[in-house]
């Protein structure tokens, strides 16, 4: 972020940049805001919030358009490159589309960063849900059937590393929320190969996910198929759906090893 503040000078301040990431944060919630509104809601003075996005603004990462501000497409740039340094997108997304287009419903690919999970493809097949989702979000990963299945590939002292820093949040009434619980969990998914997330993260929505793993068993992230539990039931919740995920795991995890 500092090689893009050219604006601010060669000697910026860690708070400058900290507020700087604030700002484009909260930029990022919205369409077009305001000034005097972005300024109350990062609870900044109106003036600091003013400069920031001006510097922002000359280097082309926010866009004024009579006086609210969006985030520039520049920022696209930002993101595609931090995804291309990733070969588990760049072999997985093919697999994650034919996925989404087989089942109908939503295929999304997730990593680990600080803890947190985060999209890096996903994809909608023809009778997909629209839910609030989208590449570059970050989730929880106690939550999902993804992150579960990242979590369980983990060893553990380093999941208690992620629960210790993000805690175990509820996200819906079914979300494991008790330590034991989820580390039995996790025992189980080891042992299967496949997440499950029966409204964990979102109610109304099921999910079915795999780890993805290089060639020394490390993970690399996780594939996941989700959709309505009016049709995301029975064996195809707990059978149809975990076979198909089981059989692209073993396809990205090949494709990995020799490309």
Known sequence: MEAILVGMGANVPVNA?????RIAQAL???DRIGVTELAGEVDLPR???FNHLKTLEENEYVVNEGGSYRLGCRFLKLGANARSHHDVHSVARGEVNRLAAE???ISALL???HGMGVFLHRAEGEQAVHIDSYIGQRIYLHGAALGKAILASLPRERVVEVVDRRGLPALTENTITDRGALFDELDRIESDGIAFDDQERLNGL???ATPITDDTGA????V???GPTSRVQGDRFRETLPAKLSDVGDVITLDLTYR
């Open 17 to 21: 940049v900290e507020t700087t990431l």
């Open 28 to 30: 990022q919630k919205h």
């Open 47 to 49: 003036s600091t919030v």
């Open 103 to 105: 089942t109908g419903e």
């Open 111 to 113: 990593i680990e960063e």
């Open 206 to 208: 099921r999910s079915v």
């Open 219 to 222: 993970v690399l992230g996780a």
């Open 224 to 226: 996941s198929v989700a």
